[in-house]
Every structure is written in C-alpha cells, then in structure tokens.
Nanobody, 115 residues
Framework: QVQLVESGGGLVQPGGSLRLSCAASGSIFSLMVMGWYRQTPGKQRELVATITRDGTTNYADSVKGTFTISRDKAKNTVYLQMNSLQPDDTAVYYC?????????WGQGTQVTVSS
C-alpha cells in the first residue's frame, strides 16, 4: 500500500509564497509517478503538476513560471513551491501518486490566498 501525507497549506496574501510537501510511505518512492491536483467547490479536480521517476515535469498552463514541482528521494517527499500566489489559486491541493498502475491520493491541504 501507499500512503501520502500532505502539509504546508495555509492562508497567504496575494503575491506571497507557500511550499507544499507530500511524504510517501515505504521505500518504493523511486518507482512512483507523483504530482499535485487542486479542486474548488463546484469544479472538477484539475492537474497542477506532475513529476516522473526520471525527473520529467509537467505543469498546467496557468501555473507555468510560478509553481515548481520537485522531489527528494532520500526523504520520499515531493514538493510544490508556489510563488506569486493569487486568489484564483485558492483550492484544496491533493497529492497524487501512481504505483504499479494504481492511483493514490492524499487527504488534501487547504490553500487560501486572500488579503
């Protein structure tokens, strides 16, 4: 099984930054594709960013240049650095992992951008 534990969400002013973390269980971290999705009430969950075992990254057009996904193999952790945050970035952010053709999700962490 795979368990994902998220942290780093909170309240930030427009133009500010947050760094989300997602820690994966076990020693199988290197075998997974991981990423971040976000969701607001009344909308479908949307892809924010993904990163593969080889370090290949993919971003939604809306966050290119301001968000950065990265990983730390030693800590079994994936990060999402969010800069220049704006109110429309407000959402619940979910960590995602794909392992042995199965999908796994974290519990979600709230990010609120407001003055």
């Amino acid at each position: 099984q795979v368990q994902l534990v998220e942290s780093g969400g909170g309240l930030v002013q427009p133009g500010g930054s947050l760094r989300l973390s997602c820690a994966a269980s076990g020693s199988i971290f290197s075998l997974m594709v991981m990423g971040w999705y976000r969701q607001t009430p009344g909308k479908q969950r949307e892809l924010v960013a993904t990163i593969t075992r080889d370090g290949t990254t993919n971003y939604a057009d809306s966050v290119k240049g301001t968000f950065t996904i990265s990983r730390d193999k030693a800590k079994n952790t994936v990060y999402l650095q969010m800069n220049s945050l704006q109110p429309d970035d407000t959402a619940v952010y979910y960590c995602y992992a794909k392992y042995l053709l199965k999908d796994y999700w974290g519990q979600g962490t709230q990010v609120t951008v407001s003055s």
